[in-house]
């Protein structure tokens, strides 16, 4: 098959995948946080609120869209649509697995592997702060200008320790590429503990992914750091004056921030989509998982807490014995169980960025900021010389 | 048309215009936001050349940390826009011929000065990797930029002392 239909396939699967995840993962983050606080969250539409993303769109498109008289225009609808493109573009870098082969086709499981790749995110995540400072200043409002300043000013302070902590893995993995970065993680010491980067020798290394992952919610606004949005003195921040789908787009940006962010760690931290234990049996893992959940819905379907849970349930059961059968055919394995894998280390940052921000509150401003220049910053530096210390001696 | 002749053309028109609104906006920000424009076609240029490391420090430096600065500096300022003073006649009659003689005087010398100009084949350049350009920054040009780092911490260390005599 030629190059042009093997890519064109590749960007139809990640973007269907891509936009069902971001849909999903704020039905997940209701529930999450729901639980968190000792609620149901979303029940009504569908079961156990399963339509809600669906009613969500419908609800956003549905409604009026304003305009301000008052606002400087082309930035004001400009302002949207930049931060959705650059939120979204960054996904076409990400790998997702190996090298395969489909029926002889040789390819990637990435749509494009850029030999520069992690700078290709670094540029895109430093120029996507405009998205923000345009849609505040534009807005021609206080609260929303209030909030592009202190988005602006806090992604500058971030980016900062950010790099820095993704500069350490680089000098292990001796690549600017996710794929060879990813490749240098292969194999194990002792034949059991993964080579990740967190694991790997220079101790401080799992301090570089905590400082990565804390320089990452403050990047993406979420709690703790969400101070352009501080819903209690700004309003709503920068998108104050937006609604309906502008609105929107502003929305679907920060989870596609938040995917792409944890995507980054994972790659450089997490060994991408290598296994989290050796052996040939690695492979059935997935299918027992997905056997697991099974058998879990089968035994609540048993003792329902609510009558629908009868029929749900049950559903949800035969729904996880096709994946479970899936993932156990040998012609998709060598696909599917990389994708698994790395789709379950992105689902458990995801699952850490919605658990921080049901349990910690927000920081004040002057905290976000010298947090960042005399804490977060002399960390990463010492990280980074003790790394390069480390590379150059041994 | 091959793809990388027909991006460069694009990429070439975007960059001059936005070059030129950037002279010819009133309000800062429109003439920063072109800026942006002008730093992200560049950007695409060295990547069609094969410079891809340059290209991506393009656009994480100056698209992303330098404008974002003068973005910030704008809408902290809430500067307005600029207010047009009155031209003497002369600027209004001689203005632009001037301006056409300059450039062309400029473009002949520039034409004169460099070595005569070969074909552009995108992407045959082969230098433009991470390694190819540390590589080089620490063998053949490295006191120009050991002397650059210096000069930046000078720079650091001037605008601290300037900040801290502020607050004083």
Not at chain 1, 153 to 163: G, K, N
Request: include cysteine; proline fraction near 6%.
């Amino acid at each position: 098959m030629s190059f042009v239909i093997v890519s064109l396939i590749k960007i139809a699967i990640v973007f269907a995948i891509f936009m069902t995840t971001l849909a999903y993962l704020q039905w997940i983050e209701r529930k999450v946080l729901a639980h968190i606080q000792s609620r149901t969250g979303p029940l009504r539409v569908g079961p156990h609120g399963l339509m809600q993303p669906l009613a969500d769109v419908f609800k956003l498109l549905t409604k009026e869209d304003l305009l301000p008289p008052y606002v400087s225009k082309v930035f004001y609808l400009l302002a949207p649509f930049t931060a959705v493109c650059l939120a979204l573009i960054s996904i076409s870098v990400i790998p997702f697995g190996p090298e395969i082969d489909v029926n002889g086709t040789h390819t990637y499981m990435q749509i494009s592997d850029v030999n520069v790749g992690i700078l290709f995110v670094l540029a895109i995540g430093a120029v996507s702060v405009y998205g923000v400072a345009l849609a505040g200043w534009s807005s021609n409002n206080k609260y929303s200008l209030l909030g592009g300043l202190r988005s602006s000013a806090q992604m500058i302070s971030y980016e900062l320790p950010l790099t820095l902590a993704i500069v350490a893995p680089l000098l292990l993995a001796n690549h600017l590429s996710f794929r060879g970065i990813v490749d240098s993680q292969a194999g194990y010491y002792l034949g059991f503990i993964p080579r990740w980067n967190v694991f790997q020798s220079p101790f401080p290394q799992i301090f570089g992914f905590i400082i990565f992952m804390i320089a990452g919610f403050a990047e993406t606004n979420r709690l703790p750091f969400d101070l352009p949005e501080a819903e209690n003195e700004l309003v709503a921040g920068f998108h104050t004056e937006y609604s309906s789908m502008k609105f929107a787009c502003f929305f679907m940006a920060e989870y596609a921030n938040m995917v792409t962010i944890t995507s980054v760690a994972t790659l450089l931290f997490l060994g991408g989509w290598h296994p989290l234990f050796p052996g040939p049996y690695c492979n059935w893992f997935p299918t027992f998982v997905f056997l697991f959940a099974a058998f879990l819905f089968f035994y609540q379907a048993a003792r329902p807490a609510r009558k629908r849970d009868r029929i749900t349930f049950p559903l949800f059961g035969v729904g996880a014995l096709v994946l479970a059968g899936i993932w156990a055919v040998p012609f998709f394995q060598p696909f599917l169980v990389p994708a698994f894998w790395f789709a379950s280390k992105v689902g458990v940052l995801l699952f850490t960025y919605i658990w921080v921000r049901g349990t910690l509150p927000r920081f004040r401003y002057d905290q976000l900021m010298h947090f960042a220049w005399t804490f977060l910053f002399p960390c990463a530096l010492l990280n980074l010389l003790l790394t390069a210390l480390f590379v150059a001696v041994f | 048309m091959h793809v990388d002749t027909v991006l460069f053309v694009i990429c070439a028109i975007v960059s001059i215009l936005c070059a030129l609104n950037l002279v010819v906006q009133k309000h800062p920000i429109n003439s920063a936001l072109s800026l942006i424009g002008v730093m992200a076609s560049l950007a695409v240029l060295y990547l069609l050349l094969g410079a891809e490391f340059i290209a991506m420090a393009q656009m994480i430096v100056y698209g992303g940390a330098v404008m974002v600065l003068f973005v910030f500096v704008i809408m902290l300022l809430n500067a307005g826009g600029e207010k047009a003073s009155h031209k003497s006649w002369f600027a209004q009659i001689a203005g632009l011929p001037l301006l056409l003689a300059l450039i062309g005087l400029l473009a002949f010398l520039i034409r004169g000065v460099l070595p005569p100009l070969r074909d552009v084949n995108f992407g045959s350049w082969v230098g433009g990797t991470a390694e190819a350009i540390g590589r080089v920054l620490f063998t053949e040009y490295l006191l120009p930029f050991e002397i650059i780092s210096v000069l930046i911490l000078i720079a650091i260390l001037g605008a601290v002392v300037l900040a801290r005599k502020e607050i004083d």
